[in-house]
């Protein structure tokens, strides 16, 4: 296969936006988007997903309202143009798996159109499977907003290399779980969680 434009600086380039501009999604690229997703790998190749594409304004603020962290709500959810809920067929074993490959794709094709997205993982399923019409037997395993970014967030931290790789064999790395989580975890969107519960009152 021949070598195609480096691919690491796309995923490099790419942030989690939660702010986005009024403009809309076209529905050329909506089916850009979906087509980053069909080509995704699946155990067994069962490609067990569905993608709900939501861009009326009601749907939006009616999702929006159910994407919250207890009390925290993810206002972008409302406030993005574009919503692509991707559901998984629970039948399939490897359905989050795969749904989660395919959103990847889908998040990656949207960063080389110049548009932003966050996958929101906080949501209250029941009420979104309600909302949406989405029938038992699906599990909602993401919803990523999608628009034209209205921000340039900074890079968030991340891992070094020597904190994750093992050659061979496993060895401590001296990254426990609590450290991470500590790091790069809650901790450091804690400015952001107090600027939304400020936003909310
Ligand atoms: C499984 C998962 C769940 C997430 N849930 C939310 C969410 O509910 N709301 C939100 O604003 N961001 C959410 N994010 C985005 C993360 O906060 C973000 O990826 C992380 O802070 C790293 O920043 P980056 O994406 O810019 O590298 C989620 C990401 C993942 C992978």
């Not at 809309?24 to 089916?31: A, D, G, P, W, Y």
């Not at 159910?66 to 959810?77: I, L, Y």
């Not at 932003?116 to 395993?141: N, Q, S, Y």
Request: charged fraction near 30%; hydrophobic fraction near 40%; proline fraction near 6%.
């Amino acid at each position: 296969m021949e070598r195609m434009e480096d691919i690491l600086d796309l995923l490099k380039a790419r942030r989690s936006v939660r702010h986005y501009q009024r403009k809309e999604v076209s529905r050329e690229v909506i089916e850009r988007l979906i087509e980053a997703a069909r080509w995704s790998p699946s155990g067994a190749n069962i490609q067990p997903w569905h993608f709900v594409v939501v861009t009326r304004e009601d749907l939006r603020r009616e999702v929006g309202d159910e994407a919250k962290f207890f009390f925290v709500k993810s206002r972008h959810v409302s406030e993005a143009p574009l919503l692509i809920v991707v559901c998984g067929d629970t039948k399939s074993s490897f359905h989050v798996v795969d749904c989660s490959l395919a959103g990847a794709n889908i998040i990656m094709e949207a960063t080389s159109l110049g548009l932003g997205t966050c996958w929101i993982g906080a949501f209250h399923e029941d009420r979104i499977k309600e909302i949406l019409g989405i029938p038992e037997g699906m599990k909602v395993v993401g919803i990523i907003t999608v628009g034209y970014p209205a921000e340039t967030p900074p890079p968030p931290p991340k891992l070094e290399l020597l904190e994750i790789l093992h050659w061979e064999v496993f060895r401590d790395t001296g990254r426990s779980f609590r450290s991470r989580v500590l790091r790069s975890g809650p901790l450091s969107v804690l400015p952001r969680i107090l600027k939304m519960i400020f936003r909310m009152r």
